[in-house]
């Protein structure tokens, strides 16, 4: 099924042409012009995302915001405002807001904003029976993912610092709750800290609190993300992207357990576990001094190193089949995949991972004409690989420079697909003279025969 947004705001031109665009991309959505109406929305169904803007009747203080987090937890909240304040943003950052931004909106940066947002959460968003959240499951029967269970189990009842890398869409904060829900501090809060969503300079008020009067526009206390890690788990996504002069603050928090909030002289104690999770090379880091390597040992006590799919077998069938269910229970039309699409999803390199294969099965749900998913139902380039009876073939590491080969391999596909597998329509379509598509097709073993007579 689409994912679902709510649109929240007082401006009826700004409301209509943003809900149009994101129709457009296949978003499904319900607008609201106040935080009553906004909070009578949350309460009646499931959103995927809420845009919120700030100066708006029941908003004006942050209203919606407070109350949202307090009675819709799950659902991510992207401050959409035209009258930014460093007080408002420190706030909406402190209460967890999934990004900030300022009109008049970019649309690219708006779509790229909504789209990172919705697809972590619903890789993050247990699924429900009855009405009932049940824990995270780790799903998979490969050896690979086994490995990281077995890793799960035997941290969780202990207090010991875990770092979780891999690549995007791999199930790192799947993993990372599995964590804290088989933990002692499960009846604790589990509170995410998005490295990359706070600016750099609002960052040490955002993590550490600020006192009243520590800055321009820090009108009351505020206590920070830590405190609210008190008894339960601090969770650091996208670690990588952490401030440089950060770190060393943010080191000396972990090795004391206690801190300074800004304009403080006073230490505040937290009892919290420390999971964090990136997607970037820290021991690369650490050699270009970008990442402190004392930082980097305090956190990676134990490291776990989450497979790519393509590397699980089997499970991509598994996943898939679990979306399928997914998907059916939120009117999603299919109930089975067709063989071929199976055989297909078998061979295919997934770059990117879970959230890829979960958004395939989800569109093709929601769009197909019965209740089989076939290749017709899937996005272009699985559609065309299809069609030239090539595999993409799967990488064995998780190098930048695989992907990026992979991706130049499944486009070569994708435009020699359409074109029939003529050469001069492939590469005028694609920016290249005849000489180099001809080359870049060596490189991938790639004949122009392979795609005639199959568009």
Known sequence: MHARLLLADDEPLFLNTTAQLLRRKGYDCVCVNSASAAMQALEREPFDAALVDLNMPGNLGLELLRSGRE??????LIVVTGAPSLPSAIESVRLGIADYILKPVALEALLASVGRIVDRHREATPATTSGKTQRPEILGQS????????????????????????????????????????SRRRRGPFQTIDCAAVPESLFE???????????????????????????????????GELPLAMQSKLLRALQFRRFTPVGQHTEVEIDARFIS???????????????????????????VRMPPL????????????????????????ASSIAEDVLQLFRGYAWPGNIRELSNVIFRASSLCE????????????????????????????????????????????RILGRHGGNVTQAAREAGLSRQGLYKLMHKHQLRSQEFRDRR
Do not use: W
């Not at 009675?71 to 991510?76: A, H, I, W």
């Not at 609210?228 to 670690?239: I, K, M, N, Q, V």
């Not at 999770?277 to 270009?288: C, F, G, M, P």
């Not at 996943?319 to 939120?330: G, P």
């Open 71 to 76: 009675q819709f937890p799950r659902v991510p």
């Open 143 to 182: 050896d690979a993912i086994q490995r990281v269970i077995e890793i799960v189990h035997r941290v969780a009842e202990s207090d010991i610092n875990v770092l979780i890398s891999g690549e995007n869409g791999t199930g790192k904060e799947v993993v990372a709750r599995a964590i804290h829900d088989l």
């Open 205 to 239: 008020s955002t993590l550490f609190g600020h006192a009243r009067g520590a800055f321009t526009g820090a009108v009351a206390e505020q206590p920070g993300l830590l405190r609210r890690c008190d008894r339960g788990t601090a969770f650091f996504d996208e670690l």
């Open 277 to 303: 999770a990136t997607n970037r090379d820290l021991e690369a880091a650490i050699a270009q001094a970008m990442f402190r390597r004392d930082l980097y040992y305090r956190l990676a006590v134990v490291h």
């Open 310 to 333: 393509r590397e699980r077998g089997d499970d991509v069938l598994m996943f898939a089949e679990h979306f399928l269910a997914e998907a059916a229970a939120i009117g999603g039309r």
């Open 370 to 413: 019965g209740t089989q998913i076939g290749l017709a139902d899937l996005p272009d380039e699985l559609r065309d690989l299809a069609r030239s009876g090539t595999r993409s073939r799967p990488m064995t590491g998780n190098s930048r420079r695989e992907i990026v080969v992979s991706a130049e391999r499944n486009y070569l596909i």
